[in-house]
């Protein structure tokens, strides 16, 4: 009877932090597809090529992490950053870049389309 209670105090104290670990997650995904979409339009204005350097590798690093949640850790996410996380699985081949750039450029990709 010692280990049920244990099992279930243990239970009953890990649901308030998880709870509030769901709602800073959600609200942390929110402000992710904020951020990219910030860096798709920064992207389509700028001509320079560290700042697409830098626009591409911080894409990057959104997409590694978000692949992560989405496959291994089976988290739902917005259909917006699905589609980015597929997009832009790739984003280190020249050809891929060039091709996400185009789209980019000339308005053709959100993360809504």
Do not use: C
Request: no cysteine.
């Amino acid at each position: 009877m010692s280990q049920y209670k244990n099992t279930l105090d243990e239970l009953e104290s890990f649901l308030p932090k998880y709870e509030e670990n769901k709602r800073n997650l959600e609200r942390i995904l929110v402000e992710a597809e904020i951020e990219i979409t910030k860096t798709l339009n920064f992207l389509r204005n700028s001509e320079l090529e560290m700042d697409l350097e830098n626009s591409f590798q911080k894409l990057a690093d959104y997409q590694f992490i978000l692949a992560k949640l989405l496959f291994a850790d089976e988290l739902r996410i917005s259909e917006g950053l699905k589609k980015f996380v597929h997009d832009f699985d790739r984003v280190d081949d020249d050809e891929l870049k060039a091709y996400l750039l185009a789209k980019i450029k000339s308005g053709e990709y959100d993360l809504k389309s």
